[in-house]
Nanobody
Framework: QVQLVESGGGLVQPGGSMRLSCAASGRAVSRYAMGWFRQAPGKEREFVAFIDRGGGSTSYADFAKGRFTISRDNANNTVALRMNSLRPEDTAVYYC????????????????WGQGTQVTVSS
């Protein structure tokens, strides 16, 4: 089982950028495809971005396309989410998660989750 710890959240102004990082331990992150999800107060957890095991294929939610970039560094057991042009509606707790599936944007197929990091977009 892999343990995941997110970092990099905080307060940012609208239009700003932020980079979230997810550090994996216990097992090599290269064994898993990885995803980022988010959950805003009163809303269900939603898919943000996906990256396959090798980092060659990615997928994004419509709201993330063109603004967010997911990447991974298997040598250092990390996954990152770069977010640009942030909006107040991006405010949420962001989670990284791992899946044994080759490809998935469904939270139900993710087995291991980090504790989440709060991102607040506000002036």
């Amino acid at each position: 089982q892999v343990q995941l710890v997110e970092s990099g959240g905080g307060l940012v102004q609208p239009g700003g950028s932020m980079r979230l990082s997810c550090a994996a331990s216990g097992r090599a992150v290269s064994r898993y495809a990885m995803g980022w999800f988010r959950q805003a107060p009163g809303k269900e957890r939603e898919f943000v971005a996906f990256i396959d095991r090798g980092g060659g294929s990615t997928s994004y939610a419509d709201f993330a396309k063109g603004r967010f970039t997911i990447s991974r560094d298997n040598a250092n057991n990390t996954v990152a989410l770069r977010m640009n042009s942030l909006r107040p509606e991006d405010t949420a707790v962001y989670y990284c998660a791992s899946t044994a599936a080759l490809w998935s944007t469904s939270a139900a197929q993710y087995d291991n989750w980090g504790q989440g990091t709060q991102v607040t977009v506000s002036s």
